[in-house]
């Protein structure tokens, strides 16, 4: 990703310091890929645009749904085989009862494509090591071992390429099954350990096998898992990619295949050159996005990946939705994931809120897809995502809270507007827009057309402008200081993005102090709490001009574990900018993470 990626080479007044440091990652020749950023972005470029995907665990597990030996077995349900400790030779009787007869591929791929997915991505080998197509490396595979007997990869390859959708193949580098690795304790199986004179094997049969999801499906990424046993290598990561891009050179491959955990952990470090072409966030969408780098948010719709039948916690459409549109707006992409049953079939709430997302994408997915990250912090009533054109750019303001009063202000933009309409209104009739000291504002309907997220398409010329905003209240007057937008002071204290982590953090010294500015337009006397999180209990200050309010921050256990702390009250007397500090207590400080800082009018009803 170069930097028109997420601003496309516009003017902006806001800072880019978050973006330093990244093509220490991606540019240059690296040992493990020698092409240009030019050829990077070449090759990326049908990934970057596709923004939705679908992700398909499938296998074994998906036979025993969650149950072994009448007890329902806690975790996700592919792991089963794991957390139920699970014999080889017991869990290879599963391969006999696992015969998909109602799977249809044709179906499965209209199902993701109707729901606006462009690709899909699907577990040709789990942990516990079944291929789910024919491999000559092992006749532990659906063709040998299965009644069913058929390769599923390929039919489902084929009529991926028929319907339009690019096939991806998941690729498990921990494998319970294989003989060069044995489990890592009496009771696990993860994290598995490799008999030392077996490891050179081992890789050897994953590069025939990779060889064979190649050759027989022209697998456009593959997507590896199971890198975080001691005995893989940064190394051994290195020269899978690069005999897979020898392979077939327009290959796309993830950050896990070496030890870049995740991305945040891997492809956002500047002091290292990690292999992989992005980042996997898991179950998480980053707060800040990933800047820099090409990121993809792997996420479920219940709780677990593999089907488990009695797993019925289901994400809403609402959510689902949202979390596409926040995705796109921070420069990602989303895998959405999919549990199939034994027989082969989609489970029906999956459906059901896949047909959801279908129809929202059918009318609003060009504020989806080949959009750019947006060039706003933050917008108190939603996201936006954005494109370029030949005189100007193209904003999509996805509004999740309507505004009361008819006008959406879009803060700190300086550009002039040329035109806004609803993205869903085939008439694409003209919305009143004007330029204002905030920014631009838009007059919008009284009411959302769509309560999910109705989508204003604003138009304007020249290359983007946008002025860095202030915090400021909402229509109710809450105002919440988010973690992101803190200023924080001294040597060691910052902000912390990614794996759970949405806070300031490494307040590890006393002396370290963290402040916000924002702006009152509805003064008065508040309520004030704070979302923080702690092993010790440290003590601090809040601090409002004259006004100071102690408190302590309890001791949550762990430091991406939450809590809401409520403080006090704090009046603000006038309109206008306001400055918060919040200080540690330095007698007998223990550091804690801090997430946010809410102030809400006093008085006012909890929604």
């Not at 199971?226 to 051994?236: N, Q, T």
């Not at 899978?240 to 950050?255: C, D, G, Q, S, T």
């Not at 057309?449 to 209240?473: A, N, R, W």
Request: glycine fraction near 10%.
């Amino acid at each position: 990703m170069n930097a028109r990626r997420i601003f496309f080479g516009v003017v902006l007044l806001v800072s880019l310091s978050s973006i330093g440091g990244w093509r220490h990652v991606l540019a240059g020749e690296k040992e493990w890929n020698k092409e240009t950023q030019a050829e990077t972005d070449v090759r990326m470029k049908w990934w970057r645009d596709a923004r939705f995907g679908m992700f398909i665990h499938w296998g074994l597990y998906a036979v025993p749904a969650g149950t072994w030996n009448g007890q329902r077995v806690d975790g996700i349900g592919e792991w089963i085989m794991d957390r139920a400790n699970i014999p080889v030779e017991d869990y290879e009787k599963l391969a006999g009862k696992f015969n998909p007869v109602k799977f249809d591929a044709a179906e499965w791929v209209r199902i993701a494509k109707d729901a606006g997915m462009k690709y899909m991505v699907i577990t040709s080998k789990h942990h516990d090591g079944f291929c789910l197509f024919d491999s000559d490396a092992t006749d532990y595979n659906v063709v040998d071992a299965s009644p069913y007997g058929k390769d599923l990869l390929q039919s489902l390859a084929a009529e991926c390429r028929k319907q339009g959708l690019k096939f991806c193949t998941y690729y498990s580098i921990m494998d319970w099954h294989h003989p060069a690795q044995y489990r890592g304790s009496d009771k696990r199986y993860n994290p598995t350990k490799v008999h030392p004179e077996r490891k050179a094997e081992y890789l050897d049969f994953m590069k025939k096998q990779l060889k064979e999801l190649l050759d027989t499906c022209d697998t456009e990424v593959l997507w590896f898992d199971g890198e975080w046993p001691a005995w893989w290598l940064e190394e051994d990561g290195r020269e899978i990619y690069a005999y897979l891009r020898e392979l077939k050179p327009a290959l796309i491959v993830n950050n896990r295949i070496g030890k870049g955990r995740k991305g945040m952990e891997g492809l956002n470090k500047g002091d290292q050159d990690y292999v992989g072409d992005f980042g996997t966030p898991e179950q998480q969408i980053p707060a800040t996005g990933l800047p820099g780098v090409d990121w993809e948010s792997c996420m479920t719709m219940n709780r677990t990946w593999g089907y488990k039948s009695f797993d019925n916690d289901w994400k809403s459409s609402e959510t689902l939705i949202r979390n596409i549109i926040d995705i796109a707006s921070k420069g990602g992409n989303y895998l959405l994931n999919v549990g199939p049953t034994a027989e082969g079939l989609i489970p029906g709430p999956s459906v059901e809120r896949l047909g959801e997302i279908g129809r929202w994408m059918k009318a609003n997915g060009e504020s989806v897809y080949a959009t750019e990250a947006s060039p706003f912090k933050r917008l108190v009533w939603g996201r936006c995502t954005t494109k370029a054109c030949e005189d100007g750019a193209t904003l999509y303001l996805h509004v999740f809270d309507w505004p009361a009063d008819g006008q959406l202000l879009v803060p700190g933009l300086r550009n002039k507007p040329e035109q806004a309409y609803l993205l869903a209104d085939d008439a694409k009739k003209a919305l009143a827009v004007q330029a204002s000291d905030q920014g631009v504002v838009v007059a919008v309907p009284a009411e959302a057309p769509d309560p999910i997220c109705t989508v204003v398409v604003l138009k304007v010329k020249g290359p983007l402008k946008v002025e860095p905003t202030l915090p400021s209240q909402q229509a109710d007057g809450t105002i919440k200081l988010r973690a992101a937008d803190a200023i924080c002071h001294g040597h060691q204290i910052r902000y912390e993005a990614g794996h759970q982590r949405d806070n300031v953090g490494f307040w590890l010294d006393p002396n370290d102090w963290v402040e916000w500015t924002f702006r009152i337009t509805q003064p008065g006397k508040f309520t004030v709490s704070a979302e923080t999180a702690a092993t010790g209990s440290g003590s601090f200050e809040l601090i409002v001009g004259d006004q100071t309010i102690g408190a302590t921050a309890p001791t949550t256990g762990d430091y991406s574990r939450f809590t809401t702390l409520e403080l006090g009250q704090i009046e603000i007397a006038q309109t206008g900018k306001a400055c918060l500090a919040v200080k540690a207590v330095k007698e007998g400080w223990k550091p804690f993470n801090l997430k946010s800082i809410t102030f809400k009018p006093a008085g006012a009803r909890e929604k």
